[in-house]
């Protein structure tokens, strides 16, 4: 709690950090420094942030949101000046950070934003501007992060991943009703404090945190998958569900079209069926804004690309989530029949998230190509198998957990948790395109 005082330094530190790595390389003119600068921010980003970020929810919560990210702050500082309004149902509505992460993943991959700083600056400097434009309008009280609770891909991944951490922050004293909305509190995040039973939300930037006095968060240590473990009391909420589905579906997707020969094969057949039938506006070049245009790097990619590599990511993703919510919907039935509590929506739901740490390493091995290059060669395949083995069998770990706390035990919860178990495999299964390279 003493570093509170000079979290507005960092803040502002990370901001201009920011700001130089994802404007700088675009902005400044051609040159030795700004061609530096480029390659600065693709290391940072792809090998160190994105996936070393993601990790620490593990040991740490959402900690990056609440102490270094400068976006998040950034909305915050805008809520201080706007007008406050308060948060539009269109906002608040629960698919409104699974359609914003889904637009930029796919957004990300046409426009090359691994490799090129314009894509970076387009990816990010559009969705910091996003994030200043719902801060300042947005947000009753005082410091609101609107941004971060409603609209934020990575707050949504992250927010979903924080539920497998170590930490969490709890009342001191509980009170009854489950999670609640309390949108002129003390929380940025416009969690009810008192009924704090979820971590997704927390950004921990404990302003909630008082350790002398008797009211208010305490720091709890737990077992790592403790929350997910006993999800039903900790307000379970469908739409990480899809999320979960459709970002190990889309991630995969985006992985798939860069590795695939039978890609490559769809888009040589397109191309020959395309000259054939004189739809030439296909062979055309996209716009800058919406495909990779970059001839100095001999990448010019045209409408053609342009719905095929998105046409692929969703078909990819649409494909994956049936299997997933098929396998899923067979285990809440399975675990119905064999006399585990609850309706056919809540097993669903709780049994679902037994795939949140192999949807976690499918984000990871999708988003984190670059921090595997690290690993040497021969032993980047073993990596991965064993991240892609731990992640199904805690998965598993988890569904018996859920399945125990439905009452079910012995022979009856090993066969409930055959369904989940072939949707975690299923997972697996699927990545393994990038364990063998
Ligand atoms: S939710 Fe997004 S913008 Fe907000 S602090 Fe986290 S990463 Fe940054
Ligand atoms: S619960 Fe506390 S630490 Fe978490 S975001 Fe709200 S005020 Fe910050």
Redesign the pocket.
Known sequence: MAVRPHLPFVHAAMFVGFTMLVAGPVVLPASEFAAALGDAARTLIWTLWFPLVFLSVLLTG?S??GVL?P??AA?EWMNRIGPKRPVPGWLRWEGTPIVSFLLVTILGHTVGVRDYPSAILEIFGTTLLA?LVVGFFYGQGRKK?V??RHV?P??LL?GVFSRLGAVDLVPKRLKPDGDGYDSRGLCPTMIDLGRKTESRHC?MCARCVHPEKRGGLALRFRAPGAEVADIARHHPSPSEIWFLFLGTGVSLGGFLWLVLPEYQGLRFALVSWIIDNGYTWLGEPGPAWLVSVHPEAREVFTWLDFFLISGWMVAVMLSLTAVLAVLQAAAAWLAGRLGAAGGFRERFVALSYQLTPPAMVSLLLGLGIDLFKLVPAGAAAPVKIAALAIAVAWGAWLGRRILGRMGLAGSRAALAMVPGLAAGLSVAAAWWPAVVG
């Open positions: 959402r990056w949101c990210c976006m998040g909305s994030a992060r941004w971060c934020c990575i707050g992250l950004v």
